[in-house]
């Protein structure tokens, strides 16, 4: 046997016993049909072989934006709104999005990444102004009813009971109930307290944030540790807790910043009130992307080419010279830019600058990226509840190292059952993804779709019988990680200022994956690169 093949075997069997796997082999109906899918794997592996054709062809724009998820979208929108047209967006996907598109089949569309959208608080400027132009977002500062999260909203396995929220409401002891009240006050404090400067701790987005030491010195530890620095030691305190770390940023507590846990908590209003629809967050992108034309029809025509990888970029002192593959059409071109907004993720740099900066390059020196396993599963009928709150849109088990599932149709008005897709999550937080393919994301589709059966059928025994199809999608890079020390020790601010004719515009640059950073940081960039431009404007932020 092969090393591979027997790490691969090992994370299964660990896999598989985590989500409830018994011992020995049952007889079980044979898995529904379905598909794997990935983001573009072999044309981004090809950024390491640089085996691409040389440019045959040289084209001219103001502004190439490379990358077209919410950061590279939000730029475009920025630009857009500014009277800017002169720009090409460049995605290497055949469609926009990022970690916000979505799938869809005969049922309901479904997420295949980012789900919901937290209602956002008075500093995401961009994003609120977004949210009303999509008439979401009401004059009088009411969101839509179709878009708010219906209830109930979300709901917790545990000891075979469905409880209400992600706190169990049975079997806890007064001590542990009163501790849970100490951090409810103690997180309603932190949302209400404003510095010198009037800057929230922590603020969304988080260059907002307070620059006291006292708030930043709580990056250096993890969000465990700083829970039991502050007296905090209920075991359901600290599920939640890790919960948390790993649904935002794919990585435990014991691993994750203090600041970043602080953050997750306490960055937001609105009671954890939501936005979402079936197809999770592809609504934004849809808005986004409003008035983009497509495919390569004249320097000041189209604005957006997808299946195209940006494979070099030098830069001189008067233009960018960007090198792209079209796949569609096996060939490459040169575009010159007088100006580049980078809104791919940062690990990409040193495959794609020629030269890459010294100083960019020891900015993403310890970087780690979170993969995860996205798994949609088609149902005749709704999940049954056998005990406590009936089905939710957000469904949580407990004791599993995924992250529950949230249902497609929840949105819906339905009085009788009917076939639904439910969303289950797994962020592999035991996994590191740098350049080569973990063991468990090298698992195939049947075996993903065994472990999200094997981890479901605990609450649910009835699911092996009710999905008709399960279609299985893996981010090998996700989201970056926020670990101890990472947020405000300095490095990264390298991509926040202005490097000749690029900026960065990727949620990256913050250190860690949010709608409302990437949106943050596509606008910034854009309209750094509209002043560059000699464009008036008025900002955004």
């Known amino acids: 046997m092969q090393r591979r093949e027997f790490l691969l075997g090992a994370s299964m069997a660990a896999l598989l016993n985590a989500c409830g796997q018994p011992a020995g082999f049952s007889s079980k109906p044979p898995l529904p049909p379905g598909t794997l899918t990935e983001p573009a794997r072999l044309l981004g592996h090809r950024l390491r072989q640089k085996d691409f054709p040389a440019p045959t062809e040289t084209r001219r724009v103001a502004v190439v934006i490379a990358g077209g998820g919410i950061g590279g979208l939000s730029a475009s929108w920025r630009l857009q709104h500014a009277?800017?047209?002169?720009?090409?967006?460049?995605?290497?996907?055949?469609?926009?999005?990022?970690?916000?598109?979505?799938?869809?089949?005969?049922?309901?569309?479904?997420?295949?990444?980012?789900?919901?959208?937290?209602?956002?608080?008075?500093?995401?400027?961009?994003?609120?102004?977004?949210?009303?132009?999509?008439?979401?977002?009401?004059?009088?500062?009411?969101?839509?009813?179709?878009?708010?999260?219906?209830?109930?909203?979300?709901?917790?396995?545990?000891?075979?009971?469905?409880?209400?929220?992600?706190?169990?409401?049975?079997?806890?002891?007064?001590?542990?109930?009163?501790?849970?009240?100490?951090?409810?006050?103690?997180?309603?404090?932190?949302?209400?307290?404003?510095?010198?400067?009037?800057?929230?701790?922590?603020?969304?987005?988080?260059?907002?944030?307070?620059?006291?030491?006292?708030?930043?010195?709580?990056?250096?530890?993890?969000?465990?540790?700083?829970?039991?620095?502050?007296?905090?030691?209920?075991?359901?305190?600290?599920?939640?807790?890790?919960?948390?770390?790993?649904?935002?940023?794919?990585?435990?507590?014991?691993?994750?910043?203090?600041?970043?846990?602080?953050?997750?908590?306490?960055?937001?209003?609105?009671?954890?009130?939501?936005?979402?629809?079936?197809?999770?967050?592809?609504?934004?992108?849809?808005?986004?992307?409003?008035?983009?034309?497509?495919?390569?029809?004249?320097?000041?025509?189209?604005?957006?080419?997808?299946?195209?990888?940006?494979?070099?970029?030098?830069?001189?002192?008067?233009?960018?010279?960007?090198?792209?593959?079209?796949?569609?059409?096996?060939?490459?071109?040169?575009?010159?830019?007088?100006?580049l907004i980078w809104a791919a993720p940062l690990f990409l740099i040193p495959h794609v600058f020629v030269p890459p900066r010294p100083e960019w390059l020891a900015a993403l020196a310890g970087i780690e990226y979170a993969p995860w396993v996205v798994v949609n599963l088609t149902l005749s009928a709704p999940p049954e509840t056998r005990a406590g709150v009936p089905l939710a849109w957000d469904n949580v088990l407990y004791d599993s190292p995924a992250l529950g599932y949230v249902v497609a149709t929840h949105q819906q008005l339905r009085y009788a059952p009917a076939p639904t897709v439910i969303t289950w999550y797994r962020a592999l937080h035991e996994e590191s993804v740098r350049s080569p393919a973990t063991p468990l994301l090298q698992m195939d589709r049947a075996a993903w779709a065994e472990a999200a059966l094997r981890d479901l059928e605990r609450a649910h025994p009835e699911i092996r019988q009710t999905a008709t199809r399960i279609d299985v999608h893996r981010h090998a890079h996700a989201m970056i990680r926020p670990r101890p020390g990472s947020l405000w020790d300095g490095r990264r601010e390298v991509f926040t200022r202005n490097h000749g004719r690029v900026r960065f515009a990727h949620a990256d640059v913050s250190g860690f994956s949010l709608f409302e950073e990437a949106n943050h940081r596509g606008v910034l960039a854009a309209e750094r690169t509209l002043t560059r431009l000699g464009v008036s404007f008025n900002t955004f932020l």
């Open 83 to 339: 009277g800017c047209d002169d720009f090409l967006l460049l995605e290497m996907e055949s469609s926009v999005g990022g970690n916000s598109r979505a799938g869809s089949n005969a049922v309901a569309p479904y997420p295949l990444g980012a789900h919901y959208l937290p209602l956002p608080p008075p500093e995401a400027r961009a994003v609120r102004r977004l949210l009303r132009e999509l008439n979401v977002l009401k004059p009088d500062g009411q969101y839509d009813e179709a878009y708010l999260c219906h209830a109930p909203q979300e709901r917790l396995y545990r000891d075979g009971y469905w409880h209400d929220g992600l706190l169990p409401s049975l079997g806890l002891g007064a001590s542990e109930r009163a501790e849970h009240a100490r951090f409810h006050d103690q997180i309603a404090e932190l949302r209400s307290t404003r510095d010198h400067a009037g800057r929230r701790p922590f603020a969304l987005p988080m260059a907002l944030s307070s620059r006291e030491a006292a708030w930043r010195a709580t990056d250096r530890s993890n969000f465990r540790d700083w829970l039991l620095q502050n007296g905090y030691t209920s075991p359901a305190l600290h599920w939640l807790a890790d919960y948390a770390c790993r649904d935002d940023y794919g990585t435990r507590a014991a691993e994750t910043s203090a600041w970043a846990g602080l953050h997750y908590f306490s960055c937001r209003e609105g009671e954890g009130q939501v936005l979402t629809t079936p197809g999770g967050n592809a609504w934004l992108t849809d808005g986004l992307k409003q008035g983009l034309k497509q495919g390569m029809e004249g320097t000041r025509s189209a604005q957006l080419q997808a299946d195209a990888v940006l494979w070099r970029v030098t830069e001189t002192r008067h233009q960018v010279a960007c090198d792209v593959y079209l796949a569609a059409e096996n060939r490459s071109i040169r575009i010159l830019a007088r100006e």
